[in-house]
């Protein structure tokens, strides 16, 4: 029995793809808890057009995350930390500042959980973060640290 997933399931397949499975697995178990449609005529159909959408989708996101790493990949962001006498900062540098510096720096909003600091910064110096904007299009950015 050919059915279309409709959510991502384990160890069968991703969303929106078409699948075998045995016959009682596909009517007692995917279709009644919502996890896959019968691949009928119609069904297919939709499942192209559907593919159709996420894939012009995709490349418009793609687009735009070029242009995002452009900008941000043309200077450092500085990030102002308050400093001790022998060059140490108090405290570290977070995501949570690095993603306000970008903001309002570059004009760009970047989600926190999205960056990942890559040394552990405690002086003032330029340092390297990473950004995920989703599974293949990771970048790396620098960054200032400079006292306030």
């Not at 005529?41 to 995350?65: D, F, P, T, Y």
Request: overall charge positive; cysteine-free.
């Amino acid at each position: 029995m050919q059915v279309i997933l409709i959510k991502d399931v384990d160890n069968l397949g991703a969303a929106h793809e078409m699948v075998e499975v045995k016959p009682g697995y596909g009517r007692n178990y995917l279709i009644p808890q919502k996890f896959a449609i019968e691949a009928s005529g119609s069904n297919v159909k939709v499942l192209e057009e559907r593919r159709k959408q996420v894939q012009k989708k995709e490349q418009k996101l793609m687009a735009e995350i070029a242009s995002v790493t452009a900008v941000l990949k043309t200077t450092p962001v500085k990030i102002g930390a308050k400093v001790g006498t022998s060059g140490k900062i108090f405290g570290s540098v977070t995501p949570i500042q690095l993603a306000r510096a970008i903001r309002e720096q570059k004009g760009y909003e970047i989600d926190r959980r999205r960056i990942s600091i890559v040394d552990e910064v405690r002086e003032i110096g330029t340092y390297k973060a990473k950004i995920d904007f989703n599974k293949d299009n990771i970048i790396e950015i620098d960054f200032e640290v400079v006292g306030e």
